[in-house]
């Protein structure tokens, strides 16, 4: 785990969805390798922080003038690295020691969870382990 410290923009990121959306947000960052800002909801906040059709997301955009995506939090690591790689569907995931091996069959999936040079592989990594201890993660 990372220890993360906010700027005022940051902060800011925080109040303005948490007040269009009316949903506990837990973390904010922005993945420069996506080039996004992630917003990390308290379990359950999901549909709320969406909104009916989406619209909070289309509005969170257009305020911010960037993409973002919305990523529900879970005390489960399994279930949060499922959370981060959505719309994706990882056909199995295990963890021995730290290290977290995703066996996916499509070849189309096991291409955009690993990226050019694995630099997807490595920016999931990073970002997970803003909140758990991992060495590292594997895709077979």
């Known amino acids: 785990m990372t220890k993360i410290i906010y700027d005022q923009q940051t902060i800011q990121q925080f109040s303005l969805f948490e ?3 009316h949903a506990k947000c837990k973390d904010c960052f922005f993945d420069e390798v996506q080039n996004r800002l992630v917003f990390i909801v308290d379990g359950g906040h999901l549909w709320k922080a969406l909104g009916k059709k989406s619209e909070n997301v289309k509005k969170l955009e257009d305020k911010f003038g960037k993409k973002i995506k919305i990523v529900e939090y879970s005390n489960n690591l399994l279930t949060f690295i499922k959370n981060m790689v959505q719309p994706l569907r990882i056909n199995k995931l295990e963890e021995e020691e730290g290290i977290i091996t995703i066996t996916e069959e499509n070849m189309q ?7 050019r040079n694995a630099k997807n592989l490595r920016n999931l990594e990073t970002n ?12 077979v």
Request: no cysteine.
């Open 109 to 115: 999936t096991k291409g955009l969870l690993i990226g």
């Open 19 to 21: 007040t269009i959306t």
């Open 128 to 139: 997970i382990r803003r909140f758990f201890d991992i060495k590292e993660i594997k895709v």
